[in-house]
Structures are given as structure tokens and as C-alpha cells.
């Protein structure tokens, strides 16, 4: 529009100019300075053309460099995700924490220690990374700081573009995003079973998840990655699996839990037991829960708890309430109806101790409760029912599992929260909530 506009401006001053021969005097003023607008204006359509098209390609490396940070994050999430021991850890703390590892993690052959530590350091160095290592045109990207707060993983995070290899010319964006770890909708349901080894014979039915704290084989080698176990353990409701099978070597069991200083101590229980006790002084705490340090029965056997028969623990509390039984030795939950309880969620919690180091289940036993005894070989579990009467329902969670001789089904049901069963989030399996907006920040 602008041209059109000049060449009608031209054309106007030399129809005067013919016209007016006679006033040349007054008329070549008349086109000089009309020519001066002309290139004013010229001048003008031409810078701002440069000037938009300086704008247009600013923009467009501007976004490309906000595409690039973007990947970038979705990068360190995913390694997050499989390293998720990390993720409640700062920046700074993740070499060390791959360094001290135990050395059931650290042996693992199924997981490239070296490399894990070879990308976390690059990370606490704060390195450029290609995200495309033959063509460094597609941008790169590094972290800048990664700290843990309170359930949050706040992550700073920079991608760029360079495309003449020349950082003066570089475009730059830093976005910042917040990772909810172990958040309420990120948190998965306690394992059913969890444990370190498995020998599970094939009618050995469980509904929920089972956790196995070692390393997971090659799928080459068992489908599921876990020795001992298979799909088949797992029961299907609608023809759904109920649960699933994990191998998380770097996540263990919680370690086993110290009795509160107000725990009533009890001899051991060798006979049917009702908690709390009538005609007592029981009490519970300001949480509603009722806490038994238990003893041994004698030095030599070793065991806070031996059922037999018809014996059982019976609990008679509020279905708020719970009973806590700290352990000092082993358990034999021995036959028939061992613990019977008031609720349809475990609110009874057997700890053992490094002390508990045996677990025997018999029979027809029916038991309603989480039983956490990490240090503890659960090697005696046998049924001779087809089709026992009782089952397991709550969790267990122990060394070893070995069900392999029973020739029952011996359901395992899992019931009950991580709160149910009074483990902090610190002890639970980390896991992070999804997330989908971040937030541009200025260029560090």
C-alpha cells in the first residue's frame, strides 16, 4: 500500500512539472522534496520489514529454545521415575547417594550402576546435554538445581539454542516445575506381600500387589523379573489382575518398629489372648492406639507368640482404634482360628523385632492383620486343606516367603492403608505424582 501510495506521488509531480514548464522555478522544489518524502518512507517500510522479520525469527528460535527445555524436563522426570531413590534427594546429594549403596544394590546386573552415576554426575555439574547427540542444531539442555522440600522436588532446568555454535547468538529458556513426591495421588497401595526371596507353589493365590526388595532378573529369564513367583499367584478379578510384581532394589523394607516408652510389656502369648485386656488398666494413647511390648516364652524356643489348636487373638477395639504388638522373638500362628478381629481393615499390627527371625502359618489359620517382621524367615507356611478355611488378610511383609510345600490355595487379601499400618511416608516406596504445566522463569 505504501508503494502504490509513492508512485501516485511521483506521477502527480511530473504532471506538474510538464504542465507547468513555465513555473519550473517553483516546481523542481516541489518534486525534490517529494522525492525526499519518497525515500523517507521507503526507508522506513524497509526497516520495519527488518525489524518484523528480526521479531518473527527471535520468536521462532525463542520458542524452539522453550521446546527444548521442555523435553529436557520430560528427560529428567524419566530418570527420576526409574531412579526413583533420587527423587527425595537434592541435586547435589545424588552422586553420594548412588556411592553408598548396599551391596545387594550395588551388585545388581540387571541395572548399569556406572552409567546411573555417570548421567547423575553430569547433572550435579550442571553440563550441557544434546538432545541429539549427532546434531547439536536440535538444542541442548541442563539442569540447574534440583532440591527436595517437604514432599516437593522443585526442578530449575534450562534448554537452548544454538544453532551457529556461538553462545553471543544462543537463545535460552529456564523453566521451573514443581515434582509432588509421595503425594496423596501419587501414593500406590501397600504391598500385600514384600519380601527379599520367593518360592510360592502355583495354587498360592494373592490379590494385591507383591514387592519383591532385590534385584529383578532379566526378562530373558523370568517374565516378571522375580524368582519364585509368577503371574499366575496373582488373582484375576473380571480378568483383571489384581495386582502386579515389582522388583525395587532400592527400596527396602521399613525397618522394624521400637515400642513406645509407654508399651504395657506382656509375657509371651501362648494362649487365646483378648486386647485390650478386661478389668485392666489398658489405655490408649492420644491416637487411639493401644501399644504390647511382648516377651519370649524362654530363652531357647525364642517365641513371643505360639498358638496352637483352637487358641486365638481376639481384638475388641474401635474400629478407629488400633493394637500395636512389638515383638522380641519369633511367631507360630500355629492352627485353626488364630486372630479374629472387629473390623474389615487390619487395625491389629504385629512388628517383630531383629529378634524375629521365624514365621510359621499352619493349617486353616485366619488371620486379619499386618504382620512386619523384616529380619523374619517365613519357611513353615502350609496348609493340608485344598481348600483352607481361613487366609491372610492385610499384609505380610518378611525376609523370605516360602509356601512352596502347601497344597492350598492359603489366600493372601490385601486390606488397609499405608496409615493403617503406621508407615510414614519416609519408609514408603517413593513415587511421583504426574504433572502438566511448568513456569518460564528468567534466564540464569
Known amino acids: 500500500m ?3 501510495s509513492s508512485l501516485t506521488i511521483a506521477k502527480l509531480a511530473i504532471r506538474l512539472w510538464v504542465e507547468n514548464s513555465s513555473q519550473a522555478g517553483f516546481t523542481m522544489p516541489l518534486v525534490l522534496g517529494l522525492g525526499l518524502v519518497m525515500i523517507i518512507v521507503a526507508a522506513t517500510t524497509i526497516g520495519r520489514s527488518q525489524s518484523d522479520r528480526t521479531t518473527t525469527s527471535f520468536q521462532r528460535e525463542t520458542n524452539r529454545a522453550l521446546g527444548v527445555s ?8 524419566l530418570f527420576l521415575d526409574r531412579h526413583k531413590l533420587l527423587a527425595n534427594q537434592n541435586l547435589d ?5 548412588l556411592n553408598t549403596l548396599p551391596s545387594h544394590r550395588v551388585n545388581c546386573p540387571t541395572i548399569d550402576l556406572a552409567s ?3 548421567q547423575a554426575e553430569v547433572f550435579k555439574n550442571r553440563e550441557w546435554i544434546d538432545l541429539d547427540s549427532g546434531d547439536r542444531r536440535k538444542g541442548r539442555y541442563r539442569i540447574i538445581d534440583y532440591q527436595y522440600r517437604s514432599g516437593i522436588g522443585k526442578l530449575l532446568l534450562a534448554g537452548e539454542i544454538d544453532t551457529y555454535h556461538n553462545a553471543n547468538n544462543s537463545s535460552n529458556s529456564t523453566l521451573s516445575i514443581e515434582l509432588p513426591v509421595n503425594s496423596e495421588d501419587a501414593k500406590i497401595a501397600p504391598p500385600a506381600l514384600w519380601a527379599q526371596t520367593f518360592k510360592l507353589d502355583s495354587n498360592q493365590q494373592i490379590m494385591g500387589q507383591v514387592r519383591a526388595a532385590n534385584c529383578p532378573l532379566s526378562r530373558s529369564i523370568d517374565p516378571d523379573g522375580v524368582s519364585g513367583i509368577d503371574q499366575q499367584n496373582i488373582v484375576e478379578i473380571d480378568r483383571q489382575a489384581s495386582g502386579e510384581i515389582i522388583a525395587d532394589p532400592f527400596t527396602i523394607i521399613p525397618p522394624p518398629k521400637i515400642p513406645p516408652n509407654n508399651a504395657i510389656l506382656l509375657p509371651a502369648i501362648t494362649s487365646s489372648i483378648e486386647l485390650p485386656r478386661s478389668n485392666s488398666s489398658d489405655v490408649p494413647d492420644a491416637n487411639h492406639e493401644y501399644h504390647y511390648s511382648i516377651d519370649v516364652d524362654d530363652v531357647t524356643s525364642g517365641y513371643s507368640i505360639k498358638l496352637t489348636d483352637d487358641n486365638r487373638i481376639k481384638i475388641n477395639v474401635a ?3 488400633k493394637v500395636n504388638l512389638y515383638l522380641k522373638g519369633n511367631i507360630d500362628l500355629g492352627a485353626s482360628q488364630t486372630i479374629n478381629v472387629n473390623s474389615t481393615n487390619p487395625n491389629l499390627r504385629i512388628y517383630g523385632s ?3 527371625l521365624k514365621l510359621i502359618v499352619k493349617d486353616n489359620a485366619s488371620i486379619t492383620a499386618l ?11 502350609h496348609s493340608s486343606s485344598a481348600e483352607p478355611i481361613g487366609g491372610i488378610t492385610g499384609a505380610m511383609w518378611v525376609k523370605s516367603w516360602d509356601s512352596a510345600t502347601s497344597q492350598s490355595k492359603l489366600p493372601i487379601i490385601q486390606a488397609g492403608s499405608w496409615s ?3 508407615v510414614n511416608k519416609t519408609d514408603q516406596p517413593i513415587q511421583l505424582s504426574p504433572t502438566s504445566s511448568w513456569q518460564r522463569v528468567e534466564k540464569q
Open 2 to 4: 505504501r508503494s502504490r
Open 420 to 422: 493403617d499400618f503406621g
Open 116 to 118: 546411573l552415576k555417570q
Open 354 to 356: 531383629d529378634r524375629t
Open 93 to 97: 546429594r545424588w552422586v553420594d547417594t
Open 371 to 381: 504382620i512386619h517382621a523384616p529380619f523374619a524367615d517365613a519357611q513353615s507356611i
Open 319 to 321: 474400629t478407629n482404634q
Open 70 to 77: 521442555e523435553a529436557g524436563i520430560v528427560r529428567v522426570k
